[in-house]
């Protein structure tokens, strides 16, 4: 689909969500953790998947165009939860800003001890390190040996996208850390000891 139609079909995914929702509440569901979409202009796999002109990435090298299209989103989300907190009363519900924390680790990266956000530490080729043909841990046959082609960066600590597709796991530990540490990210801000309690 092009932007414009993944904005369009955007309110009906979050009705749908919304109704997700309701139907675990209805079985008895109380405690809801919800997080939004993260910044899919900076992702590995997208930002390969789209041809983007220059005018269209920022200076941190993400895709404006699919970043709006998150915002959008994640605004229209936070506005689903906001009616279901009314229309649930029994149920504790947080909403967490995951958008602005791993747009922060992107943008700021060197800052948090990682290098290289936007190249995947294990795959091949290009840009971005990354062939969605050959993935993290493709092999090929040469000379009649299996060879491994999409390998391994030496250190995935000081990485921030492990495939392309996921963080790495020092990436998601700096994530976590965010959220158990800084209530500003979740709404209401409670912390995460708190967050399966209805507040008052």
Known sequence: ??????????????????????????????????????????????LDRFLLTAAQVDEFGCASPLN??????????????????????????????????????????????FEKPLVACCGVGGKYNYNNTMRCGSTEIVNGKEVLIAKSCDDPSIRVSWDGIHFTEAANKWIFDQIAKNASYIDPPISLAMACHKSK
Not at 26 to 45: E, M, Q
Not at 71 to 80: F, I, P, R, T, V
Not at 81 to 87: A, E, H, M, N, P
């Open 1 to 46: 689909m092009t932007i414009e139609q993944v904005m369009a079909n955007i309110p009906d995914m979050i009705h749908q969500f919304s109704n997700v929702v309701r139907g675990v509440y209805s079985k008895g569901g109380r405690s809801f953790w919800i997080h939004n979409t993260a910044p899919l202009g900076c992702l590995v796999y997208m």
């Open 68 to 113: 709006e299209v998150s915002q959008y989103y994640n605004a229209k989300l936070e506005e689903a939860v906001l009616q279901l907190r009314k229309d649930l009363p029994l149920a504790a519900i947080t909403y967490v800003d995951i958008y602005s924390i791993k747009l922060k680790l992107i943008n700021q990266a060197s800052k948090f001890g």
